[in-house]
């Protein structure tokens, strides 16, 4: 009779136990997938879930008691590239932003009124609106001093295109104030950081009632020309003016 070999006593030729697949795994790398679109658009911050989710699951799975390290990785790695890319499209739309706007606040601080001319609506008496914008920036000067000559633009929770629509929380208007209050998302804010603290500029575009459509017209043609000079092309390819009236706030800490 065969003597066993003693080198597989005691082992079971059965198949090895069933390890269940993590839950986490599926769940970190659905999240990855799913929070990929709010994060390009502006919460980058929201791919911070899937990794917590990987590192929240990655001891069942490290230990053997569940399958899916390979998920694990790939949540992990989508979740950081793409927080990462998100962040540095923020940072870079920012700076096409400033790109575009830019003249027109050079043109508010010099006051010069051939370029503010490309800005402005046609159909609004623009010699009255620019005295009135002079009149509101020489006052706020008188308290915070002179501009520095950049914009600031946050990032913050929304990301920079939710935030230029956003009224900063404290805002108060500088003198002479506008007709009426700005309404929540009909209206352009501009942070324009001063020697002695930072005035916020808002940008009332096109005909009253008709904000929406000034909106996107102006995003097109601003970020569209960026690279250029002055704001928005004269003649047929620039179309009307958007710009109806300047506010100026300062934010009280």
């Known amino acids: 009779m065969d003597t066993p070999d003693p080198r597989f006593e005691g082992q079971d030729s059965g198949p090895p136990p069933y390890r269940p697949l993590s839950g986490g795994a599926v769940t970190a790398l659905v999240l990855s997938l799913l929070m990929a679109i709010p994060a390009f658009i502006g919460l980058w911050w929201l791919m911070a879930l899937p990794v917590l989710v990987v590192l929240l699951s990655w001891a069942g799975v490290s230990s053997g008691r569940r399958r899916g390290m390979a998920l694990l990785w790939i949540s992990l790695l989508l979740a950081v590239g793409i927080g990462a890319t ?84 404290g805002a108060i208007e500088v003198e002479p104030v506008g007709p009426r209050p700005i309404e929540i998302g009909k209206a352009l804010w501009f942070c324009a950081p001063h020697s002695r603290g930072d005035l916020w500029m808002a940008l009332e575009l096109g005909e009253p009632g008709k904000f929406d459509d000034a909106h996107k017209e102006f995003w097109s043609r601003v970020i569209g020309v960026s690279s250029g000079v002055g704001g928005p092309k004269d003649g047929a390819e620039g179309g009307p003016r958007l710009l109806r009236d300047v506010r100026v706030y300062r934010v009280s800490r």
């Open 86 to 169: 998100a962040w540095w499209m923020q940072g870079a739309l920012a700076k096409q932003i400033d790109r575009g706007v830019s003249p027109l606040f050079v043109a508010l601080d010099k006051d010069d009124r051939p370029t503010l001319t490309k800005w402005a609506l046609e159909s609004m008496d623009r010699p009255a609106a620019f005295d009135l914008w002079k009149s509101r920036l020489e006052a706020a000067r008188k308290e915070v001093g002179p501009w520095t000559g950049h914009l600031r633009f946050d990032r913050g929770w929304t990301g920079v295109m939710m935030r230029v629509l956003i009224e900063p929380a």
